[in-house]
């Protein structure tokens, strides 16, 4: 009878806990994700047109919020961050190449065009990086300087993968004028 009791006083409130951080970290991830993009597909379905032109705009304004985010989240752990960044960098640094790299050549492999292949690269080398911050600063903010690390490398490495793709990518053929006859 002891073991059972001491069993359920030990081990409920640990298991309540782990399902409480579960839903918390379901809900962030909802919140950074699944609405944002439930509310765009919506009005796409909706209005369509409307949609087309406002999409230019929509994403520099999603990028100058996603810049400020990372910028946000970075400079409010920068004590932490400097203190860590030599023990983090090298891993960060790795996993922002590799899932980059990694990606862009499994989507070639499968056949997917030079444009495709780099949009799947740039959603993992970039993305994901203001989720992981939110998520880890639900838990610890300590949790939070690999993200904030691998978000600064990811500027750089995700910026210069993009330079140099959107020049491969770009139409190579320039139409030539018939010669006169």
């Known amino acids: 009878m002891e073991s059972t009791s001491l069993a359920t006083d030990v081990l409920l409130p640990l298991g309540l806990a782990v399902i ?14 699944i609405v944002p993009l439930s509310i765009g597909m919506a009005y796409r379905a909706r209005r369509p047109e409307r949609a087309a032109i406002l999409e230019p705009r929509l994403k520099r304004a999603s990028l100058g919020a996603f810049v400020v985010i990372v910028a946000g989240a970075v400079a409010s752990e920068w004590d932490q961050v400097a203190d860590s960044f030599m023990d983090v960098a090298p891993a960060a640094l790795a996993l922002n190449v590799s899932a980059m790299s ?8 499968a056949r997917l065009s030079d444009r ?3 949009a799947i690269a740039m959603e993992l080398g970039v993305h994901n990086s203001t989720l992981t911050i939110a998520v880890a600063t639900t838990i610890s903010t300590e949790l939070a300087i690999p993200g904030a690390v691998y978000s600064l490398f990811m500027f750089i490495t995700a910026g210069s993968f993009a330079w140099v793709m959107s020049r491969r990518n770009a139409p ?6 018939a010669p006169a006859t």
Request: glycine residues 4%; aromatic residues 6%; without cysteine.
């Open 102 to 109: 990694i990606s862009f050549t499994v989507a070639r492999l």
């Open 172 to 177: 190579t053929s320039v139409p030539v004028a």
């Open 116 to 118: 495709q292949s780099t």
């Open 20 to 33: 409480m951080v579960s839903l918390g970290l379901t809900l962030t991830t909802a919140d950074f994700t």
